[in-house]
């Protein structure tokens, strides 16, 4: 059974930082792209980064972009989110996703239960 775990979320204050760690039970780690996402309340859940399996190719929503930081340590089975400068719009419910590299065009199949990121003004 496939498990994603989220952790390190908290309150924080606006300008501080927070990094979140997602540790997947995968087989063949490597060979899925994993991703971030936010649900705010009242919101649709939205793509906040991703990065392939070598960690080598990255991506950012806009509004994210020179704030926040996706890494993964294949060796862990984890992946990281970074994040900088927080503000209150991050304000969220950041999940974890992953979905295989292998099949070109797929959904994310695989979702953690998120962890809450409150960032007060």
């Known amino acids: 059974q496939v498990q994603l775990v989220e952790s390190g979320g908290g309150l924080v204050q606006a300008g501080g930082s927070l990094r979140l760690s997602c540790a997947a039970s995968?087989?063949?780690?490597?060979?899925?792209?994993m991703g971030w996402f936010r649900q705010a309340p009242g919101k649709e859940r939205e793509f906040v980064a991703d990065?392939?399996?070598?960690?080598?190719?990255?991506n950012y929503a806009d509004s994210v972009k020179g704030r926040f930081t996706i890494s993964r340590d294949n060796a862990k089975n984890t992946v990281y989110l970074q994040m900088n400068n927080l503000k209150p719009e991050d304000t969220a419910v950041y999940y974890c996703?992953?979905?295989?590299?292998?099949?070109?065009?797929?959904?994310?199949?695989?979702w953690g239960l998120g962890t809450q990121v409150t960032v007060s003004s």
């Open positions: 990065v392939d399996g070598s960690g080598g190719d990255t």
């Open positions: 996703a992953a979905k295989p590299s292998w099949i070109t065009i797929t959904p994310y199949l695989y």
């Open positions: 995968l087989r063949s780690f490597r060979m899925y792209v």
